[in-house]
């Protein structure tokens, strides 16, 4: 079974940092690319960042040089590093995987920008 498990969201000052993690769990997944999507009120959910099996990173431009994804393959965990935080970065956060043909998706976690 598939399971993916985000973490370490919460309420943020502008110009703040969090630091989010995805715990996943049912597939070997040092063998795929791992993604980070947001979605905030209102608005379609949109790709962040990725990370490839061997460590290529991509971005929307609207997050780089402020967040950076890495991966843990010995405990199974992809993060996304936030700093520099907007208001505009108020979201619900999910990481996601494709597997054996399908998208499998975390429950998210909340992140809050505000003063």
């Known amino acids: 079974q598939v399971r993916l498990v985000e973490s370490g969201g919460g309420l943020v000052q502008p110009g703040g940092s969090l630091r989010l993690s995805c715990a996943v769990s049912?597939?070997?997944?040092?063998?795929?690319?791992m993604n980070w999507y947001r979605q905030a009120p209102g608005r379609q959910r949109e790709w962040v960042a990725d990370i490839s099996t061997n460590h290529t990173r991509n971005y929307v431009d609207s997050v780089k040089d402020r967040f950076t994804i890495s991966r843990d393959n010995v405990w199974n965990r992809v993060y996304l590093q936030m700093s520099s935080l907007k208001p505009e970065d108020t979201a619900i956060y999910y990481c996601?995987?494709?597997?054996?043909?399908?998208?499998?998706w975390g429950q998210g976690t909340q992140v809050t920008v505000s003063s």
């Open positions: 049912g597939i070997n997944f040092k063998l795929y690319a």
């Open positions: 996601k995987v494709f597997f054996r043909g399908r998208e499998y």
